[in-house]
């Protein structure tokens, strides 16, 4: 027989006992430095409202919550760092949508599973891509059939610019390919930057781009925008038509940002978070913020999140197999 005191003692030795090392496991996770891993160079968009994003509940952390660029390999490098992370919610990854929906169909080998390794947080904004005309165009050409008209009467001159091979814009120029029934020759470029580079030059009729890169060279008076590729017009370009309007039912084409933890993170912890980041962009400051690259802030719940990247994976899947197109490992 046990003594009464002895198993009294017991008794609430093992009710007590694992809630000081829940507290002290939680104390202990509140004095580490948490960490939003940018998979791209500091100075870029995405690193620009990451830091925007954080600056604003950074004090949700008390040990304090930075920002940790680890650039590479396309953003797969910091993808792959996240998914091997501790999952107790101190690193975060931040990054656009081709990273979950596209690289899946285009690389042979990915060392991540955007449904099974990652656990969806909050979906941060989205955009839609801007098909920009600059002098290699005649300046006759200002909407999309006198354009579809054009490139049928100078087929060898009809072509169109990416931001990078594999990238959303590449697939966005070639569902317009298909569309209007032209072979559009694909010219890839290593960033926006360079393509509107050349565009202005007129080294190349056309070139796809985040709205926000487009924005800027608007004033130079050398770029112009045919059509924006929204579900409906942009308000940063309201004067613009989009594709759809235009009569290509399929050209809707958006980029996304958005926050995702290791995928054992319990759901408790992820819902926290997203609740943090969606009352943060609903402040003033990262609305504007946002808007200073064209991209709108959205709001949204992990299972509706996790809904957006299915429903991608899902439609971009077909694209990228028809186009043929194979990443380079």
Not at 22 to 39: E, G
Not at 73 to 93: C, H, I, K, Q, W
Not at 157 to 176: N, Q, W
Not at 274 to 297: D, F, K
Request: aromatic residues 8%; charged residues 15%; hydrophobic residues 45%.
């Amino acid at each position: 027989m046990i003594p009464r005191r002895t198993f009294l003692s017991a008794a609430v030795a093992s009710f007590v006992l694992p809630l000081i090392f829940d507290r002290s496991a939680h104390a202990q996770a509140s004095n580490k430095l948490a960490h939003m891993v940018v998979p791209f160079p500091a100075g870029g968009g995405t690193d620009a409202v990451a830091r925007l994003t954080v600056d604003k509940i950074r004090h949700e952390y008390p040990a304090g919550l930075v920002v940790d660029n680890r650039a590479g390999a396309s953003g797969r490098l910091g993808a792959e760092f996240v998914r091997n992370t501790e999952p107790d919610g101190l690193n975060m990854l931040f990054t656009p949508d081709f990273v979950m929906t596209i690289f899946p169909h285009s690389f042979r080998k990915l060392g991540y599973n955007p449904l099974q390794d990652f656990a969806p947080v909050a979906l941060c904004s989205k955009t839609g891509y801007a098909l920009a005309a600059g002098p290699g165009l005649p300046a006759s050409v200002t909407n999309v059939q006198q354009f579809v008209s054009w490139c049928k009467a100078n087929p060898t001159r009809a072509s169109f610019a990416s931001t990078s091979a594999g990238a959303a814009s590449h697939f966005a120029g070639l569902m317009l390919s298909k569309a209007i029934g032209v072979d559009l020759l694909h010219v890839p470029y290593k960033g926006g930057a360079p393509a509107l580079q050349d565009l202005m030059a007129g080294q190349i009729p056309v070139s796809i781009n985040p709205i926000g890169e487009v924005l800027p060279q608007l004033k130079s008076g050398r770029v112009r925008v045919l059509a924006t590729t929204g579900t409906q017009r942009s308000r940063f370009l309201p004067e613009v038509p989009t594709l759809f309007e235009a009569g290509l039912r399929d050209m809707v084409v958006e980029s996304w940002l958005g926050v995702f933890m290791p995928g054992k993170t319990p759901p408790e912890t992820v819902a926290k978070a997203s609740t943090w980041i969606n009352a943060a962009l609903q402040t003033p400051e990262l609305r504007e913020g946002y808007a200073g690259i064209a991209m709108e802030t959205v709001q949204s719940t992990p299972a509706s999140f996790t809904t957006t990247i299915k429903a991608d994976i899902e439609r971009w899947g077909p694209i990228v197999k028809a186009s043929g197109f194979t990443a380079e490992e």
